[in-house]
């Protein structure tokens, strides 16, 4: 299945690769024109690649665990102090998302959206720790049950779009899409100090799947 989000920049990207491909058997030798054309195939199936959306349904919804909101790999598990909304001391949690990686945002708990913020900002590698308070972002507050956390998209060095589907005050259930980010980049989870995170580092994770933390 193709992500919503895709469907622009598939049309786009088979115009202008169709378009070469045709000036190049029409300029080039035979055999560069067979290169271009190997290449252009390549370039649009890892396109739909990136713009996968895989069937994931939740196995056993418990709102007592956090699901992980998107696939990636682990790359931060850290206290730190929060100032953008809760202006206390929070585990987070980051995973880095290749372009190989699905990149659709998944609701990690049964939750309602308290708050979204969104900031402009630089395009850091998602890896840079930086990037979690520099980088372009937008933040989601869920409020499951009366725990609050926090989910941040980060666009990366290539992501240069972070979508968001919800609004305040709407209701989401423990799996549902939420959001989508483009090309590489980093989702990080803001938990209460009470949380207990079941992740670890370097653990290649799957939205939906993979139990990243529980709440107490």
Same mark, same amino acid.
């Given at each position: 299945?193709?992500?919503?989000? &895709?469907?622009?920049?598939?049309?786009?990207?088979?115009?202008?690769?169709?378009?070469?491909?045709i !000036?190049?058997?029409?300029?080039?030798?035979?055999?560069?024109?067979?290169?271009? /054309?190997?290449?252009?195939?390549?370039?649009?199936?890892f396109i739909?690649?990136?713009?996968?959306?895989?069937?994931?349904?939740?196995?056993?919804?418990? @709102?007592?665990v956090?699901?992980?909101?998107? *696939?990636?790999?682990?790359?931060?598990?850290?206290?730190i102090? #929060?100032?953008?909304?809760?202006? *206390?001391?929070?585990? @987070?949690?980051s995973i880095?998302?290749?372009? /190989?990686?699905?990149?659709?945002?998944?609701?990690?708990?049964?939750?309602? +959206?308290?708050?979204?913020?969104?900031?402009?900002?630089?395009?850091?590698?998602?890896?840079?720790?930086?990037?979690?308070? #520099?980088?372009?972002?937008?933040y989601?507050?869920?409020?499951?049950n &009366?725990? !609050? +956390?926090?989910?941040?998209?980060?666009?990366?060095?290539?992501?240069?779009? !972070?979508?968001?589907f919800v609004k305040?005050?709407? @209701?989401?259930? @423990? &799996?549902? #899409?939420?959001?989508?980010?483009?090309?590489?980049?980093?989702v990080?989870?803001?938990?209460?100090?009470?949380?207990?995170?079941?992740?670890?580092?370097?653990?290649?994770?799957?939205?939906?799947? *993979?139990?990243?933390a529980?709440?107490?």
């Amino acid at each position: 299945m193709i992500h919503k989000t &895709g469907y622009p920049t598939i049309i786009i990207v088979l115009i202008v690769l169709t378009i070469l491909t045709i !000036v190049g058997y029409n300029y080039l030798s035979a055999p560069l024109a067979h290169c271009l /054309l190997v290449l252009a195939v390549g370039f649009f199936i890892f396109i739909l690649s990136f713009f996968r959306n895989p069937d994931r349904p939740i196995s056993i919804r418990d @709102q007592n665990v956090l699901y992980a909101p998107a *696939d990636g790999k682990v790359v931060v598990i850290e206290e730190i102090d #929060e100032s953008e909304y809760f202006n *206390d001391r929070r585990i @987070q949690i980051s995973i880095f998302m290749s372009p /190989l990686n699905v990149h659709v945002n998944r609701t990690p708990v049964d939750s309602t +959206i308290k708050k979204i913020i969104y900031h402009k900002g630089k395009y850091l590698p998602a890896w840079n720790p930086k990037s979690s308070t #520099e980088n372009e972002r937008c933040y989601t507050i869920f409020d499951a049950n &009366g725990t !609050v +956390i926090m989910l941040k998209q980060i666009a990366g060095a290539l992501a240069r779009r !972070v979508v968001n589907f919800v609004k305040e005050g709407d @209701q989401l259930s @423990q &799996g549902e #899409e939420y959001g989508f980010i483009k090309f590489g980049s980093r989702v990080d989870i803001i938990l209460p100090l009470s949380a207990t995170v079941v992740a670890t580092m370097d653990q290649v994770v799957k939205g939906n799947i *993979d139990i990243i933390a529980k709440l107490s």
